[in-house]
């Protein structure tokens, strides 16, 4: 691979990675999941003003195409990048299972996108090597902003999401524990637990940079990214008119609970 994961016959490691005794269930798995969930998406009709389910239709498309990453990365051998994905997959679930139950997520995740915004114009003003090249206008217009938050926000200013407080009266704790902790160490963060995957050391002591596809840990990522669209799968079909396509989720969950069965044996 003399051009790492951008090299022309990547195709090889691909069907390598898929080819693995180990991997060839959770692959023929994830193939048919992906498909039902391509095919429910427009299906999701939202009724006129109903926010609370057009929030939930997008976020089971950022789910479903967070998934999608994390496929085309793990069979590429490309592990951490693929549980970052799995990751960011399981925090949307996590949402979208929350509002399924509780529509005022809603006003948390605009209050929420306002603590950002309120904190990146804090982070420019005590930024010196931003003030010394902004203009004038450039620092009222992110003071402007900070006000304008402050004065919606006046109790105790805009506050950020608890993904963790979500998850636990979401019903989603499994998945927070399970999935988004791991995965945040191992992989979306610059950790010891992340970093271990690029070193490699051998007898006597001497070390070596490691780069290249890793399968160390793709079936657990794998068996994550069929969880994940298992759960993705249940509040969507609880709050919108998806009879017809039941029966095939029910055979999925059905296959996935037989795979995680067969691997705690």
Request: glycine share 6%.
């Amino acid at each position: 691979m003399p051009d790492g994961f951008l090299s022309a016959d990547i195709g090889q490691t691909i069907a390598g990675v898929r080819s693995r005794a180990n991997l060839i269930p959770w692959f023929d798995l994830l193939g048919p999941m992906n498909n039902l969930a391509m095919r429910l998406m427009p299906n999701l009709k939202v009724p006129d003003e109903d926010h609370q389910r057009l929030l939930e239709a997008v976020l089971f498309a950022r789910a479903v195409q967070s998934l999608q990453a994390g496929i085309l990365l793990a069979e590429r051998g490309m592990e951490a990048d693929a549980r970052s994905a799995l990751r960011a997959a399981a925090e949307t679930t996590i949402f979208l299972q929350r509002m399924s139950e509780d529509p005022t997520l809603k006003d948390r995740m605009v209050e929420n996108d306002a603590y950002y915004r309120k904190n990146r114009a804090l982070a420019f003003l005590r930024d010196p090597g931003f003030m010394a090249e902004a203009t004038t206008e450039d620092k009222e217009k992110l003071q402007r902003a900070i006000a304008e938050i402050d004065a919606e926000y006046s109790a105790a200013s805009a506050r950020k999401l608890n993904v963790a407080k979500e998850a636990e009266q979401g019903n989603a704790l499994h998945l927070y524990n399970l999935i988004f902790r791991p995965t945040s160490n191992d992989a979306a963060h610059t950790s010891l637990a992340s970093l271990v995957r690029h070193f490699s050391e051998k007898e006597g002591g001497t070390a070596s940079l490691q780069f290249g596809p890793q399968l160390e840990s793709t079936s657990d990522t794998l068996a994550g990214l069929a969880c994940v669209f298992v759960f993705a799968l249940h509040p969507v079909f609880a709050r919108f008119s998806l009879k017809e396509f039941e029966g095939e989720g029910d055979n999925l969950v059905g296959r996935w609970r037989e795979l995680m069965g067969e691997g705690r044996n």
